[in-house]
């Protein structure tokens, strides 16, 4: 069964450095999300991304975010400099579409990422 | 603030028994709504999603919808230990994203 893979599966940074999380998304899915999860708290959303672009983002994803998707198949998430609070379980999820019916997101395993 | 709102538990069921979940949202314009399991430490993974006013079965889970009330709920028979997990509700408004409640943990003991 297909699936959405990320990596790495755990990922250990220093405050302030660059850190980039991969996904490779459902082969012949068209819509690639990113989610992250604090420890103990409620799945969120981060940025939606379709045909090359931002399709929406949420009040977390600011400036040090960013994504994209550098070849066919992969799908990046950057923090340009990770703070302590960016420490999270992120979750990359990608959709076959968007109409009413087909909206269903498969989400990969996490990459859990630690600032220190 | 678009809202989902689940009670946290723990929901404790006997095998056997039937898992009674519940979710409430606030945004009447959602237009499709998701329950996903979540192991610990785990990602979510989709048990099902619902779109229209009342249930969809799918195997032991039932969900249930209505938007009047602005309710949806997973029924999960003949529950086992393995269904133990938390369940996280998820409402997609119509845009590109969904937004999650915290969840409920189900305990199903043997």
């Known amino acids: 069964e297909p699936e959405v893979t990320q990596t790495p599966s755990h990922q250990v940074t220093q405050m302030g450095q660059e850190v980039i999380l991969r996904c490779v998304p459902i082969?012949?899915?068209?819509?690639f999300y990113w989610y992250r999860q604090i420890l103990g708290q409620k799945v969120e959303f981060l940025v939606s991304?379709?045909?090359?672009?931002?399709?929406?983002k949420s009040e977390i994803f600011d400036d040090q975010f960013s994504v994209e998707r550098p070849d066919g198949s992969n799908f990046t998430l950057k923090i340009r400099s990770t703070k302590l609070e960016d420490s999270a379980m992120y979750f990359c999820?990608?959709?076959?579409?968007?109409?009413?019916?087909?909206?269903?997101?498969?989400f990969g395993q996490g990459t859990r990422l630690t600032v220190v | 603030q678009k809202e989902v709102e689940q009670n946290s538990g723990p929901l404790s069921v006997p095998e056997g028994a039937i898992a009674s979940l519940n979710c409430t949202y606030s945004?009447?314009?959602?237009?499709?709504f998701f329950w996903y399991r979540q192991y610990s430490g785990k990602s979510p993974e989709l048990i099902m999603f619902?779109?229209?006013?009342g249930d969809k079965e799918d195997g032991r889970f039932t969900a249930q919808l209505n938007k009047a009330s602005q309710y949806v709920s997973l029924l999960i028979r003949d529950s086992q230990p393995s269904d133990s997990a938390t369940y996280l509700c998820?409402?997609?408004?119509?845009?590109?994203?969904?937004?999650f409640g915290t969840g409920t943990r189900l305990l199903v003991s043997p």
């Open positions: 945004d009447r314009g959602s237009q499709s």
């Open positions: 619902i779109y229209s006013n």
């Open positions: 999820a990608s959709s076959r579409d968007r109409g009413l019916m087909n909206t269903e997101a498969f």
């Open positions: 082969s012949n899915h068209l819509y």
């Open positions: 998820a409402v997609n408004t119509g845009f590109q994203k969904l937004v």
């Open positions: 991304f379709y045909n090359n672009e931002i399709s929406e």
